[in-house]
């Protein structure tokens, strides 16, 4: 039977070649060490990812920006997740949230381990809280995912068949082999090109599925939310971050950013990030809640 290390591998690697979008090896840097990038599964837990964060991402005082922090836990805990699962499902994010920890400093190049618990995975829903701490074991960040599980009849017959499944591993692997691996971006605007309100939908902004990456949807609110504060509110970091409903998918030629400021204790942004196309859902909306620096 495949252990669930090999499979993670099979997987890490088809996806930082798939031609469907980019935004985690590309963006985040998320590649496996056998492809000369940081992050690897532990041998004795699923659930416990070491990777980095991307030096292009480095925050102010070594506090990094959230939204990566986001990022990266949607990266680790779809991994973890799927591993756990029975049918090996990667699902699609109804809910992804984090919050920043005080001690949460880090400095450029400094490794990142992801411990996702998976609550649940069920017929049609996943339920995983994730702790993310530095190497020396400081806790960094803590989130929540819930995923829609199902995939179709044809994921269930195939991929999530246990005695199908090393064969469709094999073919995988065959089938990334005819793709280069993404390169790395070096910077943010490498990634989201000269961002305002609008932004054309690449698939660097993409996962491998070809939707807007919950991870992007993420930088772009806070992007937004950052250039949307007042002088009034200056001394702030981001506590809470939550993602709803990713319904963008690359047809759509670009997202637009919509903000807007609503009083209390403490600042709060709403953003709704929309599809280009008339009539279209919005892609994905965020809260990013401000409060006193940690």
Known sequence: MMSSKRLALVFQRAL???????????ALGFKAVEDGGSVSVSAEDSGVIKMQLPRWSQGEEGIPPLATIVALIDEASSY??????????????????????????????????????VRKSGRTMGFADIDICAEDGRPIARGRH????????????NVGSAARLPFVASLIESYAKRFPLHP????????????????ELQPILCNPWGSLHGG????????????????????????????RSLKATSRSRSVSV????????????????SSAVAGAPPAVDVTVRYGPSP
């Open 16 to 26: 930082a070649r798939a031609p469907g979008g980019r935004f985690g090896p590309s």
């Open 258 to 273: 919509d903000a807007n400021l609503r009083p209390g204790d403490s600042t709060v942004v709403d953003a709704v990030l």
């Open 146 to 157: 819930i995923k829609y599980l199902q995939m179709g009849s044809i994921f269930a017959d």
């Open 184 to 199: 790395t971006a070096s910077d943010f605007d490498e990634i989201f090109g000269e961002f305002d309100r609008e932004v």
């Open 216 to 243: 992007a949807a993420c930088l772009l609110a806070e992007t937004a939310a950052q250039r949307l504060k007042t002088a009034g509110t200056h001394a702030i970091s981001l506590t809470a971050c939550f993602l």
């Open 80 to 117: 973890s997740m799927a591993l756990a699962d029975k049918k090996g499902r990667f699902g699609v994010s109804v809910l992804l949230e984090g919050t920043l920890l005080p001690e949460s400093k880090i400095g450029v190049g400094e490794g990142l381990v992801a411990t996702t618990r």
